[in-house]
């Protein structure tokens, strides 16, 4: 029998644990008047993804309103660990706005993302439109720009936690372009950011066939790690995070990538979706992708 020492036990690994705040849905400021039900603007609800040992703590994704961030950092208080990194999964404002004020609250903390992802976030800080478009939607409640932090560039390919290795994995395309997703093999967890939405109408509106194909074939190459438990950025909140959520995600882009081809108009692409799903939650973001769809196929 192998006699476990005091000097062994003294650098085993952490046993972690991983849990998932969901902020609701919330209302946003829009000059785009509705075109139908469900139109009406809403921000899809949005996770935050907290993995912990017995004494650290790595965050991944920010929220973005300082409402929904401050309630975030209140439940991370609740489990009194040392927040020490916050990791950025993709490049989206909604995903890494909330760096400032996490920051504020947890000052050792440090953000950090991709090389690619860190570009996108600072082309968000920096062009007069995409900072503006946030501050437009949610003026007041977002860091103005001389207040926005960025992440700091993480140059490995894993982050240390405890002992425990979590691995970042460059998938590419989700809902946008250069996006990651965080693997826990300890866990059996992966934290997709935005390339698995779980029972939310899903953001299409950077893609075109290709682009979704790719995202399908992604979501192909995740679910080969044959995790246990997987996090999407946006989800239901009551909704558990079963793994099953990759294959509805991949459903639901094939579904979407034949309707669009099919129909003619935003409103005919949204009927036939929303029949399809009528239980998953915002519609907002489904009206907004079917009229990037509609505009993209004018645009040929």
Known sequence: MQTVTSEDTAHAPAQLKIEVYTSPGRTFVSAVAPEGPGDEPTWSPSSATLIYG????????TLATYDQVDALADWID?????????YITHGHGDHWLGLARLIQRFPGAK???TAEVLARAQFESADPRMAGYW?????GEVPAAAAKVLPQLLTT?????????????RIGQADTAESTVLHVPSLAAVVTGDLAYNGVHMMTAETGEPERAQWITNLVDVAALEPTFVVAGHKKVDN???PKIIGESQHYLRDFSRIADEETTAAGIVARMVERYPDWANGCTLWHSARSAIARKDSQ
């Open 54 to 61: 017995d004494h650290d703590a790595i965050l991944v994704d």
């Open 78 to 86: 609740t489990k009194g660990r040392r927040l020490s990194r916050i």
């Open 111 to 113: 953000g950090l993302a």
């Open 135 to 139: 501050d437009a939607i949610f003026p």
């Open 157 to 169: 390919d894993t982050l240390d936690l405890e002992g425990n290795e979590l691995r970042v994995i």
């Open 240 to 242: 558990h995070n079963d």
